[in-house]
């Protein structure tokens, strides 16, 4: 039975939004049902971003989560924000490229990825969000890296095509990295 929670939360330009709307994408490729609910501050970039996303083999009540099974992080104050609202035994992983605070939690798994450095190592800093979406595809098993390429290719067909290689080389930087240090 699948009943993923997903909250991802950072600050408006790490691409939070974009984050989610892969992984609601990947479950609605992979037969699931989905919901996405985005919500920011109103600022253009720097503000808020959090987004909540649903996927689940059944129908979804409500997009609003309050207690997420899995957390993503991108920034310290999101860690203190949403740390405490991760359900026990869920997962929380952390942007540690910019989150230098430990989290206090002992009752859930807590991944540390250096997002924004494996984003530079790549060469692709914009793409860093894929790297995310990647990442967690590897460490939740709840999305597939072949449903994140197939949602990369519907989120910018048309006039952004050019994007899609680009997009899903960074999917695959991060599943990779997943899978091998936290791969089970």
Request: glycine letters at 12%.
């Amino acid at each position: 039975m699948v009943n993923e929670k997903l909250i991802v939360a950072g600050f408006g330009g790490q691409g939070v939004l974009m984050i989610g709307k892969m992984a609601a994408m990947s479950g609605m490729e992979n037969g699931m049902e989905v919901s996405w609910l985005p919500a920011y501050g109103s600022e253009m970039r720097g503000g808020t971003a959090t987004c909540s996303v649903n996927i689940s083999d059944s129908p979804i009540d409500s997009p609003m989560i309050l207690n997420p099974t899995t957390l993503i992080v991108m920034n310290l104050p999101s860690l203190i924000k949403f740390e405490p609202a991760v359900q026990p035994g869920g997962r929380m992983i952390v942007n540690s490229s910019l989150v230098e605070q430990e989290p206090v939690r002992t009752d859930i798994e807590i991944y540390k990825v250096p997002f924004n450095d494996l984003a530079a190592q790549a060469g692709n800093e914009r793409g860093m969000n894929m790297l995310v979406a990647g990442v967690y595809a590897a460490i939740s098993g709840t999305i597939t890296l072949e449903n994140l390429y197939t949602a990369i290719e519907h989120a910018f067909e048309g006039g952004k095509a050019k994007f899609i290689p680009g997009n899903q080389e960074m999917a695959k930087v991060g599943y990779n990295y997943g899978m091998e240090h936290f791969g089970k």
